[in-house]
């Protein structure tokens, strides 16, 4: 059994940054891809990056490419995500999740999920 527990989410003005982390335990780290999802109020959890067991294949949403990128910390058990150039529209619950091996742009692919961290950008 997996646990995740995101950290780092906040208010930010737009244009600016925040690294999101999400701390794993209970498992194998490096055998696990993961992914960071976020959800707006009244919409659907969408994908924003992911990233395989081993760190060489990053997979970013086309929403997010070029301002946001995820990293991991195998020694560390510690899977981030770095946003930059922040939105008001990025504005949401961010959540890391993790499934076996192969990384994947599917909510419903992932096995373990974290409680959530708020990000809020202010116009």
């Known amino acids: 059994q997996v646990q995740l527990v995101e950290s780092g989410g906040g208010l930010v003005q737009a244009g600016g940054s925040l690294r999101l982390s999400c701390a794993a335990s209970?498992?194998?780290?490096?055998?696990?891809?993961m992914g960071w999802f976020r959800q707006a109020p009244g919409k659907e959890r969408d994908f924003v990056a992911a990233?395989?067991?081993?760190?060489?294949?990053?997979v970013t949403a086309d929403s997010v490419k070029g301002r946001f990128t995820i990293s991991r910390d195998n020694a560390k058990n510690i899977v981030y995500l770095q946003m930059n150039s922040l939105k008001p529209e990025d504005t949401a619950v961010f959540y890391c999740?993790?499934?076996?091996?192969?990384?994947?742009?599917?909510?419903?692919?992932?096995?373990?999920w974290g409680q959530g961290t708020q990000v809020t950008v202010s116009s």
């Open positions: 990233i395989s067991w081993s760190g060489d294949r990053l």
């Open positions: 209970g498992g194998t780290f490096s055998n696990y891809a």
């Open positions: 999740a993790a499934r076996w091996w192969y990384a994947s742009t599917f909510p419903g692919d992932y096995d373990y």
